[in-house]
């Protein structure tokens, strides 16, 4: 019964030890973003109209205290009769991560828009006036879908989900804190 009792101790201890660490890191997030979110809009017709899709998003946690940067390139594409155009465009944000409890996912907000190119570079006067608009999407869409979601059919991250209370944003990760 002692044996019992020490190696379940252990065990606990152990656990407790692994718990107490589990981080998301940003190849994570990457991973996570690239599988579950799909951007893309369509809107207008034939003549007139513009395509929106992100194609590649990059994740840097860290570089500033509480941030989280969200690099996102972009094909665009305005239709019109009059100058057609098709643009790479690359947006970086920095956003504050924070974790929702009731369903396990982590969000962004106060995001802020701080590095904006286009490809070819002489495009970025012809989509300088739509770009406001297109960031209008790409910010709301990132303030309104989680980053990650912790899988709760996974027996691990389940368990991580029902203890996590907040994040940290540490250098190349995101701490789960179990306690307030």
């Known amino acids: 019964m002692k044996i019992l009792n020490i190696t ?7 656990l407790t030890g692994c718990v107490s660490q589990y981080s998301i890191t940003e190849k994570e997030l990457e991973g996570y973003l690239s599988d579950e979110m799909h951007f893309e809009i369509k809107e207008g017709n034939q003549v007139f109209g513009i395509e929106l899709k992100v194609n590649d998003i990059d994740v840097i946690l860290g570089r500033k205290a509480n941030t989280m940067s969200v690099t996102a390139a972009t ?3 305005v239709r019109n ?5 098709s643009a790479d465009l690359t947006a970086t944000f920095e956003a504050q991560p924070w974790y929702d409890a009731s369903n396990h996912s982590v969000y962004l907000r106060n995001l802020n828009l701080v590095r904006f190119e286009s490809e070819p570079k002489h495009i970025e006067k012809a989509i ?7 960031m209008g999407f790409l910010t709301q869409f990132l303030e309104t ?3 990650y979601v912790l ?10 989900a029902e203890m996590t209370k907040r994040i ?13």
């Open 128 to 134: 300088g006036s739509i770009a406001p608009q297109l």
């Open 168 to 180: 940290d944003v540490k250098p190349g990760k995101l701490v789960l804190v179990f306690d307030e």
């Open 8 to 14: 379940l101790c252990s065990l606990l201890l152990l």
């Open 145 to 147: 879908q989680p980053v």
């Open 75 to 77: 094909l665009v594409k």
């Open 151 to 160: 899988d709760t059919k996974k027996s691990n991250q389940a368990l991580m």
């Open 81 to 85: 009769p009059l100058l057609p155009i």
